[in-house]
Each structure stands twice: as structure tokens, then as C-alpha cells.
């Protein structure tokens, strides 16, 4: 496919070195020939230097046989504007970065009036990853499928652990409750493990399971599902508040330390339910006086990695809270997992996540559908949801009678709502949703598993 994308920032260079990995032909377009040429450098994309809401722009970069247009600029407005002109230029399909708080309640109408195949927001997006993660303390990530019924969770396997030594086939049986490992992170090694498989004490592993079976395991793992009741956020940009809104139904009472004293008086008119504090949130003595110790949660939301990321090590030198990190520019993915920072985000990965979905759901060429695309491991690892059409050349056979790709499983099938766990007599049937999880990226199409 040919894409076109605006605007080369932290966003638009994650998609393009997605997107041109999985082999599409990509224009990026942006007004910082310096930026822009750093990045033709480093992948194999075309470079257009200039204003991509400019018509004339638009047609260098080749808008009318283009099949997609992805506005991801600093600026709403004129990622909207870009998507505007090019639908009436080259009639593709589109997709703008909104991320103003102003316009969370219009995108509705936004995308239909301005024909928008997709509206992205990294930051509610992103709020709504780290709420699910304080909903269930447990895990260090969670994603979800099959419209919340399935989950897929990270957890990190303690010392003394009951799950030591124990081979992958063995948890069913043993814990008596339905969990597939997927994935296992070893150091720098990262594993699709068969059933031989034997996890060790200090090993990443990564599950999938329906929803209840997914809280039985924690409690087998004499992990209680603790509600937090108490957070604390240092930062108060856009994620912070739209993390604040997400929470406020619940019994979690959040405190927000903000540096910009109008940004303070700003949150406190928005968020009547927070607490907000101005002040420094790198000040330890603040820190410690507002209740760092004592607080279940802390998440270090600022614009800088560096700060998030000593504030997360602060933090679980002196709490036992729940700890959530914010990483956007800071790519050592291997060296930053090995650190004690809790939950990490990439409000840049959960975005590209979401577009590269899209991307694979329009070039699908049969009935099976990306429905959901989630990049777990430090971004080495695929899980997958994919929708099974009637003419899928895998339905109703086995499962170990399929000639499976390496390094990829099988993890979950959905058939009406009913969650199967699959073992090898169990077959794929048309209409299911399929989970897989695999190294190999690219995967468009169910048919994709099979060698």
C-alpha cells in the first residue's frame, strides 16, 4: 500500500519504521528538512519537504494514488486539515492525531463530517491502558480482546513462587484454572514456550485468559486483586488529566503534583475530585510530605523520560506502590525493561499499535480480520486477534494436525463468547475470533499462521 504520512515527530517515525518494515511504500511529509532527512536516512521512505495541509504538497508527495493519509503533526487543526485536503485530492482513506482535551466529546462528529476513516488520541488511548492497570494492581500490562472477555497479562514471577521450575503444561492442571503462557522474557531472550517448557523464578511471562480464570490464577498465586485506593501522578499534561477522568467513578483518590502553577489552577477546575499540588515533582521532601510511602499507585507522567524514570526508581525505594512509567522518546526498550519501573507506557507504540491495526485490517485480501493488534516484549512480540471468514483454509482441522509457523501459538479461541483455551484436538471454525501470539510481525491474514 502507499501511505502517506505528515508530519515526522515521535508518532509519524514509529509509524513509518512500522509500516515500512511490513513492506508498504511510505511518503512522510514534513516542514524540518533537518528531521526529514534524518529519517529517509535511517529507513527506506521517500522524504517531501514542506506545509503537508498545502495542496500542492500533497500532490508531490503523490496524494491521488495514495491509499492512506495519516496526519500525525503537534496541531489538531491541521492534522484535520491535511485529512480534509486529502480526501477531496486523492480520495484515500484517513486518519488524524487529535489530542485536545476540547475535542474529546466531538470526535463523533468530527470524523463523520470530515469523512475520517480513524481519529487517534495517544494520550486517551494511553489513560485508558494505565486505568485498566490500577484496576488490577497485579499485572504489570494488560490488554484485552474478544471485547474484555479475554485478557492478556504480564507478570513478573517472584522468588518462591510456586510457578518455579513448574513446566507450561503443568499450570492448568496444577493451579486448576485456564491460562495459556504465551510468552516468556528470559534477560534479553524472549521465548514462545511449548509445553516442556520450565519458567523460572525472575522470568517475564505473559498470559491469556478469560476474564474470572485470569483473577483465579492471581489468587492461586496467593496474589490478592487489591483495589487501589489512593494514586499519585506527577505531571499534569494531557494524559494525566484524561487518566484523572477516567478514574473518577472510582474510590481512588488521586493527588496530582504540577511544576506550571496556571496549569495547576487549570486541573483544579477540571478534576474537582483531585487534589492538586504545585510544586516540584522531582523534590523528594515534597514527595515524602504529600505521601509517597503511603500511596498504593504512582505514576511519573512528565515530558521527560529521564525524570519519569528516576522518579519511578525513587518511588520503589521507599513504597511498595503500584508503579506505572511513561517512556516516549528513550528507545533502549532492553536496557529500560531490566530497571524496577512497574508498568511502562509508549503513548507512541500504543498509537502506532492502533493505525498498524488499521493498516492490516483494509489490505486484507480474505474473510479472516485483524481485529486486534497489541506489540508485547518490548515490541518483539505479536498478539493478534483475527476474525475467521467461511473460506479460511484452516477451519475444521485439528489444531495439531496444522502446519503452524515457528515461534507462534495459538493462544485463544472465541467461539459466540464462549472462551476456549485450545489444546490439540481443537479446531478453528468459521465466525470465531482466533488470539495468536507470535515473533514473526506482519501477520495480515489468518492464513498467514501456516507455513
Excluded: W
Excluded at 512522510?28 to 532527512?37: A, E, H, Q, S, Y
Excluded at 500525525?72 to 487529535?98: P, V
Aim: hydrophobic share 45%.
Amino acid at each position: 500500500m502507499k501511505i502517506i504520512i505528515v508530519g515526522c515527530g515521535k508518532v509519524g517515525a514509529t509509524l513509518a519504521e512500522q509500516l515500512n518494515n511490513e513492506g508498504h511504500d511510505i511518503i512522510v511529509i514534513d516542514k524540518d528538512g533537518g528531521k526529514l532527512r534524518a529519517l529517509t536516512d535511517s529507513l527506506d521512505v521517500m522524504g517531501v519537504e514542506g506545509n503537508g495541509a498545502i495542496y500542492q504538497i500533497q500532490m508531490d508527495a503523490g496524494i491521488q494514488d495514495a491509499d492512506l493519509l495519516i496526519a500525525t503533526t503537534n496541531s489538531d487543526e491541521l492534522n484535520m486539515l491535511c485529512c480534509l485536503i486529502a480526501k477531496k485530492a486523492g480520495d484515500c482513506h484517513t486518519i488524524a492525531r487529535i489530542r485536545n482535551p476540547e475535542y474529546s466529546k466531538e470526535i463523533p462528529y468530527i470524523r463523520e463530517e470530515l469523512n475520517l476513516s480513524m481519529a487517534m488520541n495517544p494520550e486517551m488511548e494511553s489513560a485508558a491502558e494505565i486505568s485498566r492497570l490500577l484496576k488490577f494492581p497485579s499485572a504489570i500490562k494488560l490488554d484485552t480482546f474478544a471485547k474484555g472477555r479475554v485478557e492478556l497479562m504480564k507478570y513478573r514471577i517472584p522468588e518462591n513462587s510456586v510457578l518455579h521450575d513448574m513446566q507450561v503444561f503443568e499450570v492448568a492442571p496444577k493451579l486448576k484454572c485456564q491460562v495459556l503462557i504465551c510468552a516468556v522474557e528470559r534477560g534479553h531472550e524472549v521465548i514462545i514456550p511449548g509445553g516442556s517448557f520450565r519458567m523460572q523464578a525472575g522470568d517475564t511471562i505473559s498470559f491469556v485468559a478469560a476474564a474470572k480464570e485470569a483473577a483465579a490464577f492471581f489468587h492461586k498465586m496467593d496474589i490478592a486483586k487489591t483495589a487501589i485506593k489512593s494514586a499519585m501522578f506527577v505531571g499534569g499534561g494531557k494524559l494525566t488529566y484524561y487518566l484523572a477522568k477516567l478514574l473518577e467513578q472510582t474510590r481512588i483518590q488521586i493527588k496530582i503534583i504540577e511544576q506550571d502553577l496556571a496549569r495547576c489552577n487549570e486541573l483544579s477546575l477540571l478534576l474537582p475530585k483531585a487534589i492538586i499540588i504545585h510544586g516540584d515533582g522531582s523534590d523528594q521532601q515534597l514527595l515524602l510530605e504529600e505521601g509517597l510511602a503511603q500511596t498504593e499507585a504512582f505514576c511519573a507522567l512528565t515530558g521527560f523520560d529521564e525524570e519519569n524514570i528516576m522518579l519511578s526508581l525513587y518511588a520503589a525505594s521507599v513504597s511498595k506502590a503500584k508503579l506505572v512509567t511513561k517512556i516516549n522518546r528513550i528507545a533502549f526498550e532492553d536496557v529500560i525493561q531490566q530497571l524496577n519501573l512497574g508498568s511502562i507506557i509508549y503513548p507512541k507504540l500504543i498509537a502506532a499499535d492502533a493505525i498498524v491495526r488499521y493498516v492490516r485490517a483494509m489490505q486484507n485480501s480474505m474473510g479472516s480480520n485483524v481485529e486486534t493488534l497489541y506489540k508485547i516484549v518490548a515490541n518483539r512480540v505479536e498478539a493478534l486477534e483475527f476474525r475467521v471468514g467461511k473460506d479460511a483454509p484452516m477451519t475444521g482441522i485439528p489444531l495439531e494436525q496444522l502446519s503452524l509457523k515457528d515461534n507462534l501459538l495459538v493462544a485463544c479461541i472465541n467461539r459466540g463468547g464462549r472462551i476456549i483455551t485450545p489444546h490439540g484436538k481443537d479446531t478453528i471454525e468459521p465466525g470465531d475470533t482466533v488470539i495468536v501470539v507470535t515473533t514473526h510481525s506482519g501477520l495480515n491474514d489468518l492464513k498467514d499462521i501456516l507455513k
